[in-house]
């Protein structure tokens, strides 16, 4: 008996926590309104978002929206997340969805704005505001009516909301061209679901009073992303990347410009690789480009073809990382970008130049040089010079490639020498035309 009623009690107990648990509510809060502009930090947090309430199995997502736009590969990567979520997504349109906004909103299962509100206005603008081109706009146009169509709302509208030659009959006249829809016109067409002042009233609505409100924020991460993929960065990474690599070039060995370039490089893809403005394909192309330029300098003899591919392909992989997505690509936007890879790269040299100048004048510069001179007044000489003329035009065979340095053979003996500037084969006939001290100087001879 008495077992009978502990196996009873451990039942209901059971059951009253599974039902508590069960009652137990979670939505996401993301207040986009406090980031202003929509770019890859908000892309960021969105993601972010959508990725822990279908961890948690939350029951809902409420993005709160204020804003005027932003990028449009930001807008279309918060987009895709919002359409993949396993959980209800509500877009409580605080004010204003203008632009990027307005395909945000259009993505989300529900749309509730406050009272003068709008949303529309989704013409892409390129950076001077002039409107984008044909192929841009295509491409806006396409992605709005596909949200509209995957959340049951009017397509046709969504397409006014990107292109003026888009005419719907009583509402273009109303809504202007391209169209924004005010709080009531979004609720007579449809577009909009309810409308509320308050986070308060939208859970009110849905039934989610007593839910566990979780509020999603941008991170120490996101912020960081967010800085350094705005334009003004990105080219100061590029200028301290250009620099520290002419910097290596000039010195022996591995030293602080190498670094400097690695680093700076790496946080130009990783932040754009996080963000998905650029895929590993542009990181494999610009390591392709640094594999071509090693080959050209180790093992091919000149500069030629294949180092000036792989220096193609380096820039390319720079500009398309900036680029983003291809259907966003315009004529304008490229120009854009080349001349502020020009800009780095001429800032760039620029330091090179004047810090070849100025570093050696700098007392903590000069700790690290050795200055002091060993002349041969002091009886320092590096090689004698009183056998110079026995070389001179005397003929050997080359014991090595000289490129240009190398080894040949000349009357039994073996002389380190370097060309007059030709690729040399091994085993092939030389002739000295210079020799001074320790430096000797061959040319070929044809067999």
Partial sequence: MFSSKGLLCITCCLIMLTSQSTMCQTVYHVDMKLEGMIDTGVSALAERAVELANHEEADAIIFEIDTFGGRVDAATVIRDAILDSEVMTIAFINKRA??????????????????????????????????????????????????????????????????????IPGLSAEAGRPATLTTEQALNYEIANETAETIEDVLLMYGLTDSEIVKTELNWAEHMVRILTHPVVTSILLTLAT?????????????????????????????????????????????????????????????????????????????ITQLGDFELWSFDEIASV????????????????????????????????????????????????????????????????????????????????????DFVAARQPVKIIEARGNRIVVRPLSD
Avoid: Q
């Fill in 98 to 167: 203008i632009s990027a906004g307005a395909l945000i909103s259009l993505a989300c299962d529900k749309i509730v704005m406050t009272e003068g509100g709008t949303i529309g206005a989704t013409t892409p603008v390129d950076g001077a505001g002039t409107k984008a081109s044909d192929k841009v706009t295509s491409y806006m146009r396409a992605e709005m009516r596909a949200t509209a169509e995957k959340t049951g709302r009017n397509s046709k509208i969504a397409e006014a909301m990107v292109d003026e030659r888009v005419d």
């Fill in 243 to 319: 620099f520290g690599l002419i910097a290596e070039v000039r010195t022996p060995g591995w030293g602080l410009g190498g670094t400097l370039a690695l680093v700076a490089l790496g946080l130009f893809f990783g932040s754009h690789l996080v963000v998905k403005l650029a895929e590993w394909e542009e990181l494999a192309l610009f390591v392709i480009g640094a594999g071509l330029i090693i080959v050209e300098v180790v093992a091919i003899p000149g500069f030629g073809f294949v180092g000036l591919l792989g220096a193609g392909l380096m820039l390319g992989s720079v500009v």
């Fill in 338 to 421: 080349i001349a502020r890879l020009c800009i780095s790269m001429i800032c760039a040299f620029g330091f090179s130049l004047i810090a070849l100048r100025s570093l050696p004048k700098w007392n903590a510069f000069n700790r690290l040089v050795l200055k002091a001179e060993t002349g041969a007044k002091e009886g320092y000489v590096s090689s004698s010079r009183e056998t110079d003329g026995e070389w001179l035009g005397k003929e050997g065979r080359t014991i090595s490639e000289l490129r240009p340095a190398g080894i040949v053979e000349v009357d039994g003996e073996r002389l380190d020498v370097v060309t007059d500037g």
